[in-house]
């Protein structure tokens, strides 16, 4: 079964991609060497569905657990559930001998990520993916953090994992809404660094739970490759796995946390960074077609809800961290698989991306 390497000096990790992992996860996260406690951050669904097996798989191994449960949905991902989270940590003893384990989809990994990186000014952290984007995405690369009410992730740090189990059986569990919206990110990569997986993905059944562990690690090296090059998203090459995130972001934003899922506001971003690459950037109109196609074959959202008004977008999105000096830079795509920062563009050009998501494509 495919496993990627995190090469990354000190902090290089693996990646194990395998059906029925998670009930092997104490034996895996036993030989990693760290402390025998451990704090498992959840959310109130996942808990249900898989926190037993977790459980079981740790204790067996020699692990004293404590449970830590969120409320599910993005809502969750700011300073109120990071304090609890923090607290409760702390009322249970918890301390430099012990680690976190994130079972959950991106909102637990990156929350959970964070209060890692802060507690006791770090401790190790295990992350083990439940949701596409999680297990495509999220859990790989070191990006932990929260929400502000003023824009996405405007607040965390970098924390790589030590380890990270990725189930795909954990899957089966999923909501289709949940599941769909995963794609979105697998779009993403696919349209920034693998022209041929944007054709093959015509061929995935959108509704089937049982996504290929090869698909998923094939995503999973993708990212890998991008964070080895650029660990901290300082040269650039780290930004292309924003493709799509400045006005999704905004959108996201824009709305109450958790209303859109990240892959659903992430899928209007990506058709307006389409039509800002064909723009500007030469992609051809074939190409943009194709991508777009895909999120509307995987139920994606791509026409922007007349409630949100582009106002509100260019507000949230003009705090993203990619605004550098009142200087915008945008991931646009010259062709399938060939994605850079481009550094051109004013907030009129995005006011007009926001705008042609109003029509229908
Ligand atoms: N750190 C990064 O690099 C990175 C990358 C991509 C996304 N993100 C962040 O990830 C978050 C989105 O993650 P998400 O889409 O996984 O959302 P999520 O964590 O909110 O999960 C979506 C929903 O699915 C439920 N769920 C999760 N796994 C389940 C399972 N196996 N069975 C049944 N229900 C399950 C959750 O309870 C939740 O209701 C956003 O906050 C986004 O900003 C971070
Ligand atoms: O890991 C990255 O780098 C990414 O950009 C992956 C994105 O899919 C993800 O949504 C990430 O959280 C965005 O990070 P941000 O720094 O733009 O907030
Ligand atoms: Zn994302």
Known sequence: MPSVHVDLADRAYDVVVENGLLREAGERIARLGIGSRIAIVSDSNVAKHHGGTLIGSLEAAGFETTLHVIPAGEA?????????????????RHDRSSSVVALGGGVVGDLAGYAAASFFRGVPLVQIPTTIVSQVDSSVGGKTGINLPEGKNLVGAFHQPRLVLVDPE??????????????????????????????????????????PADLIARNIAIKARIVEEDEHETSGTRALLNFGHTIGHGIEAAVPYGELLHGEAISLGLRAALYLSQKHAGLSHDTAA????????????????????????LDRLSRDKKFVAGQIRFVLLRAAGDAYVDKSLDLDDLREAIESLRSEP
């Open 170 to 211: 954990t899957l089966a569990t999923l909501p289709s809404r949940e599941l769909r919206e995963g794609f979105a990110e697998v779009i993403k990569h696919a349209a920034i660094r693998d022209a041929a997986m944007l054709d093959e993905l015509m061929g995935l059944d959108p509704n089937s739970t049982a996504v």
């Open 76 to 92: 969750s991902k700011g300073f109120g559930q990071l304090a609890s989270l923090c607290s409760e940590m702390a009322a249970s």
């Open 290 to 313: 194709k991508v777009l196609g895909l999120l509307k074959r995987f139920g994606l959202p791509v026409r922007l809800d007349e409630r949100i008004t582009t106002e509100a977008v």
